[in-house]
């Protein structure tokens, strides 16, 4: 073989195309009735729109960025996430100015260079979402209820919804504080990122996967006991808010996110069936960001969805159901080959899927053909048939046979 795909990218094909067509279709179906509108920004951004909003001693800034400097030696960066880009986009485009909330959602390919595996990809996808102007608990129950209502029509409504606070500025100093004191007495069980980056970041050791760290979480200091009062109290009405809505969730103490721009809520929808990468989907509130890009001072919202891991979900669970011929056109002798060829071309122009070959093989290879093809019907045309104007039918699910004019092929087919 001559070349092959990157290692940690892949090629998505039949019939697993069509479970990512369909749950492309279900966001776009979910989201609308909730007032999102499609935003498609660049794959490609200036490297300092992710390294100055995702966070300096954040993974994915850090060791996981496609970064390389273009021609004219500006350093470009392939998009490791959805947010900063249309943030990025949302300030530069003025969209502030439009009537607030603003709702945008976004479906797309991301980059990062993280050790693949299952469910962890180099190319990976997401549909995200992305609320801004809004700032009230009610609009974070709105986007985790749209996420469960899309969870539930693509038929993984059973998901776990995990959600946290991490406070905004107002808490973090002693919350710092408390966290440094924590870990600067464990620090040879930290993994050597972590002891780099806790006095920094603190958080960043409770998003770390490594086993030292991830032990460290239970007897951490908890960021929701170091809360200010506006942000309990806002997520005391997050929570009741759920309550209302009926969404069933529990509270993570210890998920922080692998992001520094995240404010307040943070949540996770997880999954056992999927091993060690658990997290389906994911997001929280920034009300800081659109500031930090050099916009107004507007709050905003939103999760990402990865759709190698949701699609994998559905796959296992319910198949793939791939679409299949209406017709199959089976031919005898060289006038029937050429009407066929015609009616084809008119039943694929009222949208009917018609096959047929152009092998001239026997009719027996082309019910079988048709048969493997998984079509509803086969038409069969031979001079007789021609003669009267007329095709023959057979459907394959009962073998019930029949006869029709010419010209009801295509009603005939259209009304099944
Ligand atoms: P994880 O904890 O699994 O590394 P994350 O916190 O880095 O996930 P986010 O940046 O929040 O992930 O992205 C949201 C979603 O995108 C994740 O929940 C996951 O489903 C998906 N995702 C993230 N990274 C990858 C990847 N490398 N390959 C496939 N899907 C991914
Ligand atoms: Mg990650």
């Known amino acids: 073989m001559k070349f092959r795909a990157i290692k940690g990218v892949q090629d998505i094909l039949p019939p697993d195309v069509y479970v990512w067509q369909e749950v492309e279709s279900a966001a776009r179906q979910v989201f609308a009735p909730f007032g999102y509108k499609e935003i498609r920004t660049p794959v490609m951004e200036f ?12 993974d994915i800034v850090e060791k996981e960025m496609y970064t390389f400097n273009d021609r004219a030696g500006r350093s470009i960066t ?4 959805g947010t900063a880009p249309v943030v990025r986009a949302y300030v530069e485009n003025h969209l502030y100015r439009l009537p607030s909330p603003q709702k945008y959602y976004y479906i797309g390919p ?3 260079y993280e050790r693949p595996q299952r469910g962890r990809f180099r190319q990976f996808h997401q549909i995200g979402v992305e609320a801004f102007g809004e700032d009230d608990p009610r609009m974070d129950a709105e986007v985790l209820d749209m996420l469960r209502r899309f969870l539930e029509r693509v038929g993984v409504e059973d998901l776990g919804f995990e959600i946290n606070s991490i406070g905004c500025d107002a808490c973090r100093p002693a919350y710092r504080e408390a966290m440094v004191d924590f870990l600067s007495g464990r620090v040879d069980t930290l993994c050597t990122d972590c002891r780099r980056r806790y006095e920094v970041n603190p958080l960043r050791v409770l998003d770390c996967k490594a086993k030292g760290c991830s ?6 200091p908890r960021i929701i006991d170091y809360l200010c009062s506006d942000c309990r109290g806002h997520f005391e009405a997050l929570r009741g808010h759920l309550e209302s809505l009926g969404i069933p969730y529990r509270v993570n103490p210890g998920m922080v996110r692998g992001l520094d721009y995240y404010t307040r809520t943070t949540f996770e929808v997880t999954t056992e069936s999927l091993g060690a990468q658990s997290a389906v989907a994911a997001g929280g509130r920034y009300d800081r960001l659109v500031e930090e890009f050099g916009g107004p001072a507007v709050p905003g919202i939103g999760f990402a969805i990865g759709m190698e891991r949701l699609t994998m979900l559905i796959r296992d669970r319910h198949g793939v159901e791939e679409p299949a011929p209406s017709v199959y056109l089976a031919v005898i002798g060289a006038d029937a080959e050429a009407a ?4 084809a071309s008119e039943m694929r122009g009222s949208g009917i899927w ?3 070959d152009y092998s001239g093989a026997s009719l027996r290879s082309q019910f079988k053909r048709a048969d493997r093809l998984r079509a509803a019907y086969v038409f069969i ?12 039918y057979k459907r394959l699910s009962d073998g019930l046979q029949g006869e029709i004019d010419m010209d009801d092929a295509v009603r005939f087919l259209s009304s099944q």
């Open 340 to 343: 066929a060829y015609k009616l």
């Open 354 to 356: 018609a096959e047929l």
């Open 215 to 220: 032990a460290m979480k239970e007897e951490a």
């Open 47 to 58: 490297t300092e729109v992710f390294t100055r909003s995702i966070g300096e001693t954040t």
């Open 110 to 112: 991301m980059f990062r």
């Open 78 to 81: 392939l998009r490791p996430e």
């Open 381 to 392: 045309l031979g001079e007789d048939e021609l003669a009267r104007g007329a095709v023959r």
